[in-house]
């Protein structure tokens, strides 16, 4: 575990919203959407860049990539990691989640919103109008990915997107729910 997400988790454990950073396989599970030719994904709660860093690995170069990350200390470590700073179609923004919709140019529409925010502990109306909001400005076709690690949100989830996949991820701590959701 990075010193960086030790020192964020125990911090704020309410925006980090976990104990240990996404594992490998998690990454991969949540990431198997991206393709070559997408034109525009968002990431909310960057955190480490494990999830980060298996997008920037399958999308193409002119693929716009916007990641989120609230807490300054992994925004710092993301931001300033050489490997990141190779990839001119990454921008990593230091800012709420809640607010990404701000972050994206007036006719940019999203492809894919990847999203790794605790929503079981977050407040219900930010996140209603959060996922709201990755509703409307999902492309047509455009897919919205979540993980959690419990099942409190798929009834929210269900609600506000027609078709919502279920799958599971043994291999991290603790085991991960996610949450394929299409419009």
């Known amino acids: 575990m990075s010193k960086e997400f030790a020192l964020a988790a125990f911090k704020s454990l309410g925006t980090v919203g976990a104990v240990y950073p996404s594992s490998k396989y998690l990454a991969r599970k949540m990431t198997k ?29 002119t693929c716009r990539i916007n990641s989120f990350e609230i807490d300054s200390g992994l ?35 999203p492809d894919l919103i990847i999203s790794s925010l605790p929503l079981a502990i977050l407040p219900k109306p930010q996140v209603i109008r959060m996922l ?16 959690q690690y419990s099942p409190e949100s798929f009834s929210m989830l269900k609600r506000i997107f027609s078709k919502v996949e279920t799958s599971v991820e043994l291999r991290n701590i603790p085991p991960a729910l996610i949450y394929t959701c299409s419009i």
């Not at 709201?132 to 993980?147: C, H, I, N, S, T």
């Open 75 to 109: 925004y710092v470590g993301l931001s300033s990691d050489p490997i990141f700073s190779r990839y001119d179609n990454l921008h990593f923004h230091l800012a709420s989640a809640f607010d990404f919709r701000r972050y994206l140019d007036s006719a940019e529409r």
């Open 132 to 147: 709201l909001d990755a509703k409307e400005v999902l492309r047509p076709g455009g897919v919205f990915v979540q993980y």
């Open 33 to 61: 959407r991206v393709k070559r030719d997408l034109k525009s994904i968002v990431e909310l709660g960057a955190g480490t860049g494990t999830i980060t860093s298996s997008i920037i690995e399958q999308a193409g170069k």
